[in-house]
């Protein structure tokens, strides 16, 4: 049987009862296992991880997405973490038996629906790409929903898909879809308030900024706990190890006499990932066997 996992990113993380709607959302649909979700005041974000096969896992996007979209008001959202959309972003990440084709074709028929039924722009990113130019999220998400009707208006930035009759909606942005290989979503956080060094040890070792291969990463404030963060993407955790990243981000705090308080998992991670490296090691959070996708199928 072919497995997919879709990790769909939702701009709420500070109302419970929209979160949870979301996710029984894709619970009810026949075929799909959730796995995991998160929310975050802070970034005021929401994260939800499921499995199934291709069609199955399909529908429960559909559901969770749907529901998203009648729930959430771009209008009334800010948060740390940088996002376009209501329904930011919906990942299609190919596990046992199936291979990048069904995640891409799965994504861009996911595409196609959601973008259709609710009025809201498409950009396909990662493997889903249609144009090499929008293959990172990054730079799809550059000026974020504040610079979308801008951004739309250029066009060299145009969305793949931009339901008949419509242009910029301000009530749910636009939606990233993709293809991928497994991401590490992973956030360290610093004993310290100090926001411009948590930047600045992100611009060190974030891909984009001379660092290392296949990481993102940005400082944010946590203004409910009084602490600075360093959160990551690791796109590809075999060229840049969660071990690898950790041991830089201390190195440079240790430098500015500041500890590490505590890493962080967001959604699941590969047993793969964490070969040569034990949790107690990375100080993660509330760290199970459950967190490890293979775990579950």
């Not at 995991?36 to 399909?58: K, Q």
């Not at 998203?68 to 329904?87: N, Y």
């Not at 084709?101 to 629906?113: K, L, P």
Request: proline content about 4%; overall charge neutral.
């Amino acid at each position: 049987m072919k497995i997919i996992e879709c990790i769909p990113n939702f701009s709420e993380g500070r109302n419970p009862e929209i979160v949870e709607a979301i996710v029984n959302a894709a619970a009810q649909v026949e075929g799909v296992k959730v796995l995991d979700f998160s929310m975050d005041s802070d970034h005021n974000r929401s994260v939800l991880t499921f499995i199934g096969s291709p069609e199955a896992t399909l529908r429960g996007a559909i559901e969770a997405c749907d529901r998203a979209a009648d729930l959430i008001d771009m209008r009334k959202h800010a948060g740390a973490h940088p996002r376009i959309g209501a329904v930011d972003v919906v990942p299609f990440v190919p596990l046992e038996g199936a291979d990048m084709s069904d995640a891409v074709e799965t994504a861009r028929r996911f595409g196609h629906m959601f973008g259709g039924k609710n009025n809201v722009p498409v950009y396909f990113y990662g493997e889903a790409a249609l144009d090499q130019q929008r293959k990172r999220l990054a730079d799809i998400r550059r000026g974020q929903y504040e610079g979308l009707r801008k951004k739309m208006s250029d066009p060299a930035w145009a969305p793949d898909i931009r339901p008949e009759g419509s242009g910029f909606n301000p009530r749910l942005g636009a939606t990233a879809v993709g293809a991928r290989k497994p991401l590490i979503a992973f956030n360290i956080n610093l004993n310290s308030n100090n926001l411009e060094l948590a930047r600045d040890i992100a611009g060190s070792i974030r891909h984009s900024s001379g660092g290392f291969k296949h990481v993102q990463a940005i400082g944010v404030f946590l203004k409910s706990r009084n602490i600075a963060q360093v959160s990551m993407n690791l796109t590809d955790y075999e060229t840049t190890s969660i071990r690898t990243v950790f041991d830089a981000v201390t190195k440079k705090a240790v430098e500015h006499g500041i500890d590490i308080l505590e890493s962080e998992l967001i959604g699941l991670i590969p047993r793969a990932a964490l070969e040569g490296v034990k949790a107690d090691y990375l100080k993660l959070l509330d760290f199970s066997e459950k967190r490890i996708i293979e775990s579950h199928y």
